[in-house]
C-alpha cells in the first residue's frame, strides 16, 4: 500500500528565499507524481505532473524532480514571493490502482513580506 | 463550465440528518472522482467513476454512504444519518478519461459541518 510523506508539514520563509519541499513514497511502482497547491478554503490547483520516465518538470519559478527508484520528489521554488504561501501536495499515482491519487499531508508554506 | 464546480461550498446539518453534496465536473470528462479531507489530515478516496462502467466504491467509509453519477455528469454524494466524525471538506476532481497520465481538477470542496 503506497505510504507518502511530506516534509517539513510547515515552513516560514522571508520573501525571495529558494526553498525546497521534500515528497517521500513507499512504492516506487508509479506511472507519475503530481504536485499540487491548496489556498484556505479552497480546492487543489495542479502545479505540475511528472512523469516516471521523467527526472525533471519546470513550470516557471517551479521546478520538480523525481527519483522514483529512492521513492523521492523535491519540489523547488526560486526566489519565493508572498503569494506562493499556501499548503503543498504530492501524490503519486501508483500502477496497482492508477486512479486513485495517495496524497502526502502537506506542507504549509508561509513566505513573509 | 470553465472548472469544477460543488455545491453547497458551506453546509451545516444535524447529526443524525441526510446531506447531499453536488460535483459538476468540467464539460467533456468522463473521469470523475470523490475524495474526503479532515481537519489535519490527508486527502482521502471515496469513489470513482469513469463512463459507464461501474464505478469503485471502495473508498466509502461506510454504508451511510453512496453518490450516483446521472447522465455521465453531474455527481451527487449522499451521506445519511450524519455523524459529527463525517464533518470534513469534500472534494471533487474530474479528468478527460480516467487515463493514468491525466492531470486531476478539483473543485473548491464542500465544507461540511455536523453539529
Known amino acids: 500500500k503506497q505510504e507518502v510523506t511530506q516534509i517539513p508539514a510547515a515552513l516560514s520563509v522571508p520573501e525571495g528565499e529558494n526553498l525546497v519541499l521534500n515528497c517521500s513514497f513507499t512504492d516506487s511502482a508509479i506511472y507519475n507524481l503530481q504536485w499540487f497547491r491548496q489556498d484556505p478554503g479552497k480546492g487543489l490547483t495542479s502545479l505540475l505532473l511528472i512523469q516516471s520516465s521523467q527526472r525533471e518538470q519546470t513550470s516557471g519559478r517551479l521546478n520538480a524532480s523525481l527519483d522514483k527508484s529512492s521513492g523521492r520528489s523535491t519540489l523547488y521554488i526560486a526566489a519565493s514571493q508572498p503569494g506562493d504561501s499556501a499548503t503543498y501536495l504530492c501524490a503519486p499515482r501508483s500502477m496497482d490502482s492508477s486512479y486513485k491519487l495517495i496524497f502526502g499531508s502537506g506542507t504549509r508554506l508561509l513566505v513573509r513580506p | 463550465g470553465a472548472g469544477v464546480s460543488q455545491s453547497p461550498s458551506n453546509k451545516v446539518t444535524e447529526k443524525g440528518k441526510d446531506v447531499e453534496l453536488r460535483c459538476d465536473p468540467i464539460?467533456?470528462?468522463?473521469?470523475l472522482y470523490w475524495y474526503r479531507q479532515s481537519l489535519g489530515q490527508g486527502l482521502e478516496f471515496l469513489i470513482y467513476?469513469?463512463?459507464?462502467?461501474?464505478?469503485?466504491k471502495s473508498g466509502l467509509p461506510s454504508d451511510r454512504f453512496s453518490a450516483e453519477r446521472t447522465g455521465g455528469s453531474v455527481s451527487t454524494l449522499t451521506i445519511q444519518r450524519t455523524q459529527q466524525e463525517d464533518s470534513a471538506v469534500y472534494l471533487c476532481a474530474s479528468s478527460t478519461q480516467g487515463s493514468h497520465n491525466e492531470k486531476l481538477f478539483f473543485g473548491s470542496g464542500t465544507q461540511l459541518s455536523v453539529l
Open positions: 464539460s467533456g470528462h468522463t473521469a
Open positions: 467513476f469513469q463512463g459507464n462502467s461501474a464505478p469503485d
